[in-house]
């Protein structure tokens, strides 16, 4: 079954924490894999996308992928009450996308 | 940016009605999605189309039905409204370009339509 998993949370830290949110995935043929954030009442918003292993930063946001664990990482750096959201990741298929769940982000000031 | 559009933030229906979802992109994108979006269950895939008239199921056809007569426009069609199909709609859209050229390539979603089933 291809599946991508994710920790539903709360996941809750104050303002200016590191955060890591986690997603592991099943199927190996598609390493191409994005992460999207979802405010309230919004629809989710493509923030990175990521092929094969290792690391892409974009301004605070770092996406991770570790090819031997079939893991996948978000980190935010100086966390901001602004990023309290919904993470969601989602990986390639064959024809469509599969998304995680998601991640309930809070940050706190 | 890419736009996605969908007509109605908030709507309210009656059980046995046919009920119109619409969703517009700016970007000339060849693929559009619907999906629902209900706690607990993620975002579950309802149909998508790569072009003018092709539809193909996703995962949760059921007691649903799409439209594509223009590339920037994509319907979902309720046929006969129930209860369960209470829930949060969202409509995406993607190119096709790209290293695989396929259906697959990041989304960009409308902000979506809540719909109520009464």
């Known amino acids: 079954q291809k599946e991508v998993e994710q920790d539903p949370g709360p996941l809750s830290v104050p303002e200016g924490a590191i955060v890591s949110l986690n997603c592991t995935y099943s199927n190996s043929a598609f390493q191409y894999f994005m992460w999207y954030r979802q405010y309230s009442r919004k629809g989710p918003e493509l923030l990175m996308y990521?092929?094969?292993?290792g690391n892409k930063e974009d301004g605070r946001f770092t996406a991770q992928v570790d090819k031997s664990s079939k893991y996948i990482s978000l980190f935010i750096r100086d966390s901001q009450p602004s990023d309290s959201a919904t993470y969601l990741c989602?990986?390639?298929?064959?024809?469509?996308?599969?998304f995680g769940k998601g991640t309930m982000l809070l940050v706190s000031p | 940016d890419v736009k996605v559009t969908q007509s109605s933030r908030y709507l309210v229906k009656r059980t046995g009605e046919k009920v119109f979802l619409e969703c517009v992109q700016d970007?000339?994108?060849?693929?559009m999605f619907w999906y629902r979006q209900d706690p607990g269950l993620g975002l579950r895939l309802i149909y998508f189309?790569?072009?003018?008239?092709?539809?193909e199921k996703g995962d949760i056809p059921e007691g649903y039905s799409v439209s594509r007569e223009k590339k920037e426009r994509f319907s979902l069609i309720l046929e006969s409204a129930s209860t369960n199909q209470t829930s949060m709609y969202l409509c995406a859209s993607s190119t096709k370009t790209g290293e695989m050229g396929g259906s697959n390539q990041p989304q960009h979603f409308g902000d979506g339509t809540r719909l109520s089933i009464l």
């Open positions: 989602a990986q390639r298929g064959y024809s469509t996308l599969t």
């Open positions: 970007m000339d994108h060849e693929n």
């Open positions: 990521t092929y094969s292993s």
């Open positions: 189309s790569y072009d003018v008239k092709m539809k």
